[in-house]
């Protein structure tokens, strides 16, 4: 039974494919966490807002309401944090203008706070993992897009309607993979949708001159290689693989050089491709940092995997509320 004097708070996190309810207190510990599937093809918005509803009831029976300081939210964008509103995402197909912010505060009598998915996930890294103790750092999601949160003098910031930090969209060179429909893109060459691209490139340049490729022999193949197979294959040493991954390292140097250029953060957090892959990306952003980042702004910025890995998803949420009512005093 959870302490009648202890107190809480909740996280809902909101994907296309599953959804989760996190229960914890202040100091991160999460004490229960319930998972379901999202099934957007078969049910809308009120049915599965109405199963959240039905699980942090259930959690309310083991942890009195009395306890409970606020609810946070992590969800994809686009979204507006300030009305508390969802913005038809792509991977929540009928998520249109839904007010989710007052409908869980008139259901619990709490406040309630959004945040987008990477901005969620850049408070937890702040407040728990790699970037903890720091008041300027970047998160970078490198996973199957390009997506970052900014905490900037110890706070989050969202941009004037929650588009900041979409370092993405940027454009890092005239052509190349297409990423954020955007060729050329930041996150072109670096996510796993962007480094798929890149390597049917570079395979299918290579078979055409008769050089072969060991992890993709044939044509026929390479419209089935991702980011790990680049990435197993480049640990065992093939070549394509390896030239993959430079092209996708060097202007991920270049994006973080730019970053570091404007922002001038202590630390910057890279998660998902980059963490599981750190020594195979480390080479070729030290190389190309030391080319164009400015020194003394280098000099003070640590770049770090992400620390909190495949579990990120449970915390990021319960971080938005715990950041909303620690740090922003409302």
């Not at 419209?223 to 480049?234: F, H, L, P, S, T």
């Not at 991920?252 to 020594?279: H, K, M, T, W, Y």
Request: aromatic share 8%; hydrophobic share 40%; glycine share 14%.
């Amino acid at each position: 039974m959870g302490s009648v004097s202890e107190h809480f708070y909740i996280g809902l996190d909101i994907g296309g494919t599953k959804c989760a309810v996190v229960i914890g207190n202040g100091d991160f510990t999460i004490l229960r966490k319930i998972f379901f599937e999202t099934s957007t093809d078969r049910r809308g918005y009120v049915e599965i807002l109405d199963e959240f509803k039905t699980h942090i009831d259930t959690l309310l029976l083991e942890f009195p309401k009395s306890g409970l300081k606020r609810i946070g939210i992590s969800c994809g964008g686009p979204l507006d944090s300030v009305k508390g509103e969802i913005y038809s995402p792509p991977n929540l197909p009928g998520w249109d203008n839904v007010p989710i912010v007052r409908i869980f505060e008139e259901a619990y009598g709490v406040p309630v706070s959004i945040q987008n998915d990477a901005n969620a996930c850049a408070l937890a890294e702040w407040l728990m993992g790699a970037g903890k103790g720091t008041r300027n750092m970047i998160f970078l999601t490198f996973g199957t897009g390009m997506g970052s949160g900014l905490i900037l003098n110890g706070n989050l910031y969202a941009g004037t309607n929650d588009l900041g930090g979409e370092v993405g969209h940027m454009r890092l060179a005239d052509s190349g993979p297409v990423g954020f429909g955007k060729a050329g893109s930041f996150e072109g060459f670096c996510s796993g949708g962007g480094i798929a691209q890149l390597a049917r490139t570079v395979v299918l340049e290579r078979l055409g001159k008769n050089i072969p490729v060991g992890f993709c022999p044939t044509a026929e193949l390479a419209g089935n290689i991702d980011a790990k197979a680049v990435a197993i294959a480049a640990l065992q040493g093939d070549e394509a693989a390896l030239e993959i991954i430079r092209i996708s390292g060097e202007y991920l140097g270049r994006g973080l050089a730019i970053l570091i250029d404007l922002l001038n953060p202590q630390c910057i957090v890279i998660g998902s491709i980059f963490a599981r892959n750190e020594n195979l990306f480390r080479p070729h952003i030290n190389r190309i940092l030391e080319q164009e980042a400015i020194p003394l702004a280098l000099e003070v910025c640590k770049i770090v995997p992400a620390a909190l890995g495949d579990t990120i998803g449970d915390y990021a949420a319960l971080c938005v509320a715990i950041y909303e009512n620690k740090y922003c005093n409302n």
